[in-house]
C-alpha cells in the first residue's frame, strides 16, 4: 500500500484543558489525487473571545454542524491512522493533543514542521507558520494551488494554514537535503520531530535575551523554580534548562 502524507491543521475553542476542536482540515498526499477535508463542528464547549480574535469562528458558524468524532473528516483521519502513513503539522503537540481529546490516538509517523524549522534554520526571528508564509514568500504560490484545489486561503483558518503548510514542507525539504546529504529527507524530518532542541537564550520574562548559561550562573534558583511550577514550559525549555543545570 503506497504511503500517504496527511497535512493538518486544527482551530479550537481556545487553547485550555477542557477546550475543543470546531475546525479540521486536512490534505492526503500520495494518491493520485489530492485529498482535501475541511469541516466546522458544534461543541459543548463555548468559543472563548480570545480564540475567535485569532480565527474568526463565531458561534452561528457551529450551528446545525455535527460533533468532530461524527464527520466524514474525522472518520477518514481514522482510516488512514496507520504506521506507514506520515501526520504533518505545525506545532504537533498541540494538535495531536486536541484530537486525542476526541479519542484519536496517533499511529502514524509525525512530522512537526515548528520543530524541523527550529533544528534547520536556528537563526530565524520566529518560527511560526505565518511568519515563513512572508518570510519565504509562500504567499506568492499558494494562490495558484489554492485555485486548483478550490481552496481560500485565510491565516489562522484551518484548510487555508494546511496549504501554506503544505508549501512549507517541500521548502523544509530541500533544506533538509542540503543539510543532511545521503539521508532520506522525510525519515530524517521524523527523526528531528523527535531530537530535542537546546534553547540557548530566554524568550520570556525578567530574564529575556540572557542566555541559559547565564541565567544557570547567576539564578540557578529561578530555573529550578520554573522547572517545579511553570506547567506550560515548552520540551525544548525543559529540556535546556535541565541541562544547563547539570
Not at 81 to 108: P, R, T
Not at 115 to 127: G, Q, T
Not at 138 to 160: Q, R, T
Not at 235 to 241: A, G, N, P, Q, T
Amino acid at each position: 500500500m503506497a504511503k500517504k502524507y496527511v497535512i493538518l491543521d486544527t482551530e479550537t475553542t481556545g487553547i485550555g484543558e477542557n477546550d475543543r476542536i470546531i475546525q479540521l482540515g486536512f490534505m492526503v498526499l500520495g494518491a493520485k489525487e489530492i485529498e482535501v477535508y475541511n469541516e466546522f463542528y458544534s461543541s459543548e464547549v463555548d468559543i472563548s473571545f480570545e480564540a475567535m480574535e485569532v480565527h474568526g469562528i463565531t458561534p452561528d458558524m457551529l450551528e446545525g454542524k455535527p460533533s468532530c468524532v461524527d464527520s466524514e473528516a474525522y472518520k477518514r483521519l481514522c482510516e488512514l491512522n496507520s504506521k506507514e502513513n506520515y501526520l504533518i503539522i505545525h506545532n504537533a503537540d498541540f494538535d495531536i493533543g486536541m484530537l486525542q481529546k476526541e479519542g484519536f490516538v496517533n499511529e502514524m509517523k509525525v512530522i512537526d514542521t515548528l520543530r524541523v524549522s527550529k533544528h534547520v534554520l536556528p537563526d530565524e526571528e520566529s518560527h511560526r507558520l505565518q511568519y515563513f508564509r512572508y518570510k519565504m514568500g509562500l504567499y506568492k504560490e499558494e494562490e495558484k494551488e489554492a485555485e486548483e484545489l478550490g481552496i481560500v486561503v485565510k491565516a489562522h483558518d484551518a484548510i487555508g494554514d494546511v496549504l501554506v503548510l503544505k508549501l512549507l514542507l517541500s521548502k523544509l525539504r530541500v533544506v533538509v537535503q542540503s543539510s543532511f546529504i545521503g539521508e532520506n529527507p522525510v525519515e530524517k524530518m521524523v527523526e528531528l520531530t523527535q531530537t530535542p532542541i537546546f534553547e540557548h537564550y530566554f524568550r520570556f520574562g525578567k530574564y529575556r535575551g540572557k542566555t541559559l548559561k547565564e541565567i544557570a550562573v547567576s539564578d540557578a534558583p529561578y530555573l529550578r523554580w520554573l522547572l517545579k511550577n511553570m506547567e506550560n514550559l515548552d520540551d525544548d525549555m525543559r529540556y535546556s534548562i535541565n541541562k544547563v543545570l547539570e
